[in-house]
């Protein structure tokens, strides 16, 4: 009589970034773990914060982005099936209903752990022509493939761009450099939301500069063509369109996890604890579906990125094979090219921190890239936000053309410290002539601040 006690199961839904790291990290974790991840696309871990790239045609292939293939994976002793939808979650009988997307056939599995890493959706606006051929998203490897496609086999020659978030910059300079004379259309008063308005203005003057029509306040109202897209309306004005790219945002795709009882957060995604448990036994989530707690405001907040994601798959691989890993917060840290322009912001926005209910001070500041004297520098524009009476910091921004990548991690490392301005004005920062001037453009509004 065999002494041999099954395997645990654990099924992932969802393959890319989250259940990806949770899953290779539960492999290592326990080895004796049966691992299923199911992933609706027809790619796992993949980046997609490279899509853009590829499109622009700066990386060779689409698929260029893929970092691991469900083969790869399989010597691994991870069983990931793509093209496999989950309709639905059965907590009480630790079951899913599947759907095999290339067969068609239905099937339930069951497992002893879940992980939900559902990621976001691209979210389409509901106007007429929404669906129209020419009209994209960009979320997934198939998406970017799409695009390409039109792009190398059309040609088209002017193309609109519905919304001026990281997805809508990116994907400009993308399209442009294919030919497409672009309009970016926005319903808010400033691109990238991220910023405030004076620091979004400049990303706007490097999109005219660059022959981008930008039309803030313009909300779309509909599009339509013949056979494919032809036009746009937008604020009452039609433009012309050969192709279309909808980046209006991302939303959590919450749908199983509300259907199954998965307790939603205050921002609309799945709340966790720091353990990425959610209020249902043996069911964990992470990723872009998830909500993460925010070191600044204290609360829970919704920033789908890359970077979170993959943190918070390996916090949850860990507690799910038996260790006791916890996810330590963000502060929401993000930097985007445009063109020859790069923005880059850290914690709270003026805008944001007021709407949490702080009491706001801000400096601005501009100061040179490098040395004065070296060539090739460029100014940097600094905006910090800071709480009044306590000094402490609530969030940073930075556009220029060089060296705002990296200076926004100092902002995010003085934000995970819950440093004031004046111990930011205090940083031993590095100093040589062709990367920084003898004062850093964070430390000259630092001081700006202490004054």
Same mark, same amino acid.
């Given at each position: 009589?065999?002494?041999?006690?099954? =395997?645990?199961?654990?099924?992932?839904?969802?393959?890319?970034?989250?259940?990806?790291?949770?899953?290779?990290?539960?492999?290592?974790?326990?080895?004796?773990?049966?691992?299923?991840?199911?992933?609706?696309?027809?790619?796992?871990?993949?980046?997609?914060?490279?899509?853009?790239?590829?499109?622009? %045609?700066? *990386?060779?292939?689409?698929?260029?982005?893929?970092?691991?293939?469900?083969?790869?994976? !399989?010597?691994?002793? *991870?069983?990931?099936?793509?093209?496999?939808?989950?309709?639905?979650?059965?907590?009480?009988?630790?079951?899913?209903?599947?759907?095999?997307?290339?067969?068609?056939?239905?099937?339930?599995?069951?497992?002893?752990?879940?992980?939900?890493?559902?990621?976001?959706?691209?979210?389409?606006?509901?106007?007429?022509? !929404?669906?129209?051929?020419?009209?994209?998203?960009?979320?997934?490897?198939?998406?970017?493939? !799409?695009?390409?496609?039109?792009?190398?086999?059309?040609?088209?020659?002017?193309?609109?761009?519905?919304? %001026?978030?990281?997805?809508?910059?990116?994907?400009?300079?993308?399209?442009?450099?294919?030919?497409?004379?672009?309009?970016?259309?926005?319903?808010?008063?400033?691109?990238?939301?991220?910023?405030?308005?004076?620091?979004?203005?400049?990303?706007?003057?490097?999109?005219?500069?660059?022959?981008?029509?930008?039309?803030?306040?313009?909300?779309?109202?509909?599009?339509?063509?013949?056979?494919?897209?032809?036009?746009?309306?937008?604020?009452?004005?039609?433009?012309?369109?050969?192709?279309?790219?909808?980046?209006?945002?991302?939303?959590?795709?919450?749908?199983?996890? =509300?259907?199954?009882?998965?307790?939603?957060?205050?921002?609309?995604?799945?709340?966790?604890?720091?353990?990425?448990?959610?209020?249902?036994?043996?069911?964990?989530?992470?990723?872009?579906?998830?909500?993460?707690?925010?070191?600044?405001?204290?609360?829970?907040?919704?920033?789908?990125?890359?970077?979170?994601?993959?943190?918070?798959?390996?916090?949850?691989?860990?507690?799910?094979?038996?260790?006791?890993?916890?996810?330590?917060?963000?502060?929401?840290? =993000?930097?985007?090219?445009?063109?020859?322009?790069?923005?880059?912001?850290? %914690?709270?926005?003026?805008?944001?921190?007021?709407?949490?209910?702080?009491?706001?001070?801000?400096?601005?500041?501009?100061?040179?890239?490098?040395?004065?004297?070296?060539?090739?520098?460029?100014?940097?524009?600094?905006?910090?936000?800071?709480?009044?009476?306590?000094?402490?910091?609530?969030?940073?921004?930075?556009?220029?053309?060089?060296?705002?990548?990296?200076?926004?991690?100092?902002?995010?490392?003085?934000?995970?410290?819950?440093?004031?301005?004046?111990?930011?004005?205090?940083?031993?920062?590095?100093?040589?002539?062709?990367?920084?001037?003898?004062?850093?453009?964070?430390?000259?509004?630092?001081?700006?601040?202490?004054?």
């Amino acid at each position: 009589m065999s002494t041999n006690q099954p =395997s645990e199961r654990l099924i992932v839904i969802g393959g890319v970034a989250a259940g990806m790291s949770a899953a290779a990290k539960a492999r290592r974790s326990n080895p004796g773990l049966a691992i299923t991840v199911y992933e609706q696309s027809g790619y796992v871990s993949y980046g997609a914060c490279g899509l853009p790239y590829a499109i622009k %045609g700066e *990386i060779a292939r689409v698929e260029d982005v893929v970092v691991r293939t469900p083969e790869q994976f !399989a010597k691994q002793g *991870i069983s990931a099936l793509v093209r496999h939808e989950v309709l639905a979650i059965t907590p009480d009988a630790r079951a899913v209903t599947v759907r095999n997307l290339e067969s068609g056939a239905v099937f339930e599995d069951h497992y002893d752990k879940l992980l939900l890493t559902t990621g976001g959706a691209a979210s389409r606006i509901p106007i007429p022509g !929404a669906d129209m051929p020419g009209v994209f998203t960009l979320r997934t490897v198939e998406d970017g493939l !799409a695009i390409k496609a039109w792009l190398d086999e059309l040609r088209p020659a002017r193309g609109v761009i519905i919304g %001026g978030g990281y997805i809508g910059l990116e994907l400009a300079e993308a399209l442009a450099a294919h030919g497409v004379a672009l309009t970016v259309v926005e319903r808010l008063p400033q691109l990238q939301p991220s910023l405030d308005i004076e620091m979004a203005s400049h990303v706007q003057a490097e999109l005219e500069r660059q022959g981008v029509d930008v039309r803030l306040e313009h909300g779309v109202e509909a599009i339509s063509g013949d056979d494919r897209v032809r036009e746009v309306t937008a604020g009452g004005v039609r433009f012309p369109a050969e192709i279309v790219i909808m980046a209006a945002g991302v939303r959590p795709s919450v749908g199983l996890a =509300s259907a199954a009882g998965i307790a939603l957060g205050p921002t609309g995604a799945v709340a966790v604890d720091d353990h990425q448990r959610t209020n249902l036994p043996g069911i964990w989530s992470a990723g872009d579906v998830a909500e993460a707690h925010h070191l600044v405001t204290g609360r829970p907040a919704w920033v789908p990125l890359g970077t979170t994601a993959n943190k918070q798959g390996k916090v949850a691989g860990t507690n799910i094979a038996g260790g006791d890993a916890r996810f330590g917060g963000i502060v929401g840290t =993000s930097v985007v090219k445009v063109f020859d322009l790069t923005a880059a912001s850290s %914690g709270l926005s003026e805008e944001r921190a007021r709407a949490e209910g702080f009491s706001v001070k801000t400096v601005s500041a501009t100061a040179g890239s490098r040395a004065h004297y070296m060539p090739g520098g460029h100014p940097i524009h600094v905006k910090l936000v800071y709480e009044a009476g306590s000094g402490r910091m609530l969030g940073g921004q930075l556009v220029g053309r060089e060296g705002v990548a990296q200076r926004v991690d100092v902002i995010a490392a003085a934000l995970h410290a819950g440093w004031t301005v004046e111990q930011l004005g205090e940083l031993d920062l590095a100093y040589a002539p062709p990367f920084s001037p003898v004062w850093d453009p964070i430390l000259v509004a630092a001081n700006l601040a202490r004054q």
